[in-house]
């Protein structure tokens, strides 16, 4: 018998969450959690003395000292900090104020993921997805932290999640707006990406609605619940037109509220520092290393989202091979298919923009793991009575499962820092 037979669902999965989300936060003060990655633990130090500092010098952070440095910190906008500091505030202690929030934003995303993943699967292959992909490689790495990448996955999933939906409600665009604006605030340049993304999320979506025959702008789409709504494309670009304007708006004036604090520009420093260190060549043969960058990152995405990478390629080779019987038979209305491409398109496009840097780093294609990931596990949950067994198993547990999941793995992390286990890191 599932627990959801014997209690209400209305409120045992949020219930769950919350009691998830209340133990973690609890255990990070408990242990006195401190992360052994050299950005989180400045982020920490650095919301830790904002925290002691009136509201309106917040804007403003310096780097008091740390890594030896001092004056103003410009390597970002203030917008990763702000949260923890609230929190550290409200008394919850501000050493471990950031891994807390980094907790509710990965809550954020997971729950973010079982939504957009039921636009095209199943609730039940949605609801397996959610749980499978916090056990990628790349999640292990990143699972307790206080820096930017979770928030960044968020605010990028939350801008396609409504861009999907505002092509049924305009509504929904005010959601693209906000993804749009708290990409600036935290990520700075990282938010011209958000409307690009979601453009192109929204052509291949057009085209392969195309593909498949409804050809016309407004046609029925299957909902992932056994339904269907009408789609408007209008609706979503005039959301994505207004998330520029927003964006645009909310940047000038950050840039007026810093120069009143502190007499100087955010901008010009900001911005001159990020070019000069993208524009930054590390070779003599300039395409050559643009190419070097693409495999470097291609050996990333092929361990930090295992064994779903494989999945891909099997799949690609299939379809290369024309097997593809196989694949068509695993949605007899094809949605997964629908998601399948943009989703993919998305992943190519990060990876390509950034290969055009040769600052390379993990962190900078995040959000590429959980893309491409996501789009094999679906592939998977389709295609492997074994993969299907397993996850039949971990069901019986619903409508806790995602939530038990999340919290035996923060638990296995909290336990192997303890313990002083070694990292690992291929």
Wanted: hydrophobic share 55%; net charge positive.
């Amino acid at each position: 018998m599932t627990i959801s037979r014997r209690f209400p669902r209305t409120w045992i999965q949020p219930g769950a969450w919350l009691i998830a989300l209340a133990v973690a936060w609890t255990t990070l003060v408990l242990v006195r959690y401190e992360s052994r990655d050299p950005d989180s633990a400045l982020h920490v130090d650095i919301e830790r003395d904002l925290a002691s500092l009136p509201a309106a010098r917040w804007i403003a952070p310096e780097w008091w000292g740390y890594w030896d440095s001092e004056g103003l910190y410009r390597e970002h906008p203030v917008g990763i900090f702000l949260p923890p500091v609230l929190l550290a505030r409200l008394g919850y202690p501000a050493a471990q104020a950031g891994y807390a929030i980094n907790a509710l934003y990965q809550v954020l995303t997971i729950l973010l993921i079982y939504q957009l993943a039921a636009v095209f699967l199943s609730p039940r292959d949605a609801r397996a997805l959610a749980w499978l992909l916090q056990l990628l490689p790349i999640a292990f790495t990143y699972r307790v932290r206080a820096n930017h990448e979770q928030a960044v996955l968020l605010c990028l999933l939350v801008a396609i999640y409504a861009t999907e939906r505002a092509r049924r409600s305009p509504a929904w665009g005010w959601l693209q707006a906000a993804a749009t604006a708290a990409m600036l605030l935290v990520k700075g340049m990282f938010a011209v990406l958000v409307p690009l993304v979601c453009g192109l999320w929204l052509i291949l979506g057009h085209v392969w609605s195309g593909h498949r025959g409804t050809g016309a702008q407004r046609t029925p789409r299957s909902t992932g619940h056994g339904g269907t709504e009408a789609r408007s494309d209008v609706s979503a670009w005039l959301g994505l037109a207004g998330s520029v304007v927003v964006a645009v708006v909310l940047g000038l004036a950050y840039e007026s509220a810093y120069r009143h604090a502190t007499g100087q520009s955010f901008l010009a420093e900001y911005l001159r520092r990020q070019l000069v260190l993208a524009a930054a060549q590390t070779g003599p043969w300039p395409v050559l290393q643009k190419l070097e960058n693409v495999a470097w990152y291609l050996g990333r995405i092929f361990w930090f989202a295992l064994p779903w990478t494989i999945v891909l390629l099997v799949a690609a080779w299939h379809r290369w091979r024309g097997i593809s019987a196989e694949l068509a038979a695993c949605d007899r209305t094809g949605r997964e298919w629908q998601g399948l491409a943009p989703t993919l398109a998305v992943a190519v496009f990060w990876v390509a923009l950034f290969s055009l840097s040769d600052r390379r780093a993990d962190r900078y294609i995040f959000p590429v793991y959980v893309l491409v990931g996501g789009a094999g596990a679906g592939l998977a949950l389709c295609r492997s009575p074994r993969l299907r067994g397993w996850v039949a198993r971990v069901e019986q547990l619903h409508p806790v499962e995602i939530a038990a999941v999340w919290l035996a793995l923060f638990f296995l992390h909290i336990a192997s820092v303890a313990l002083g286990l070694p990292l690992v890191k291929l």
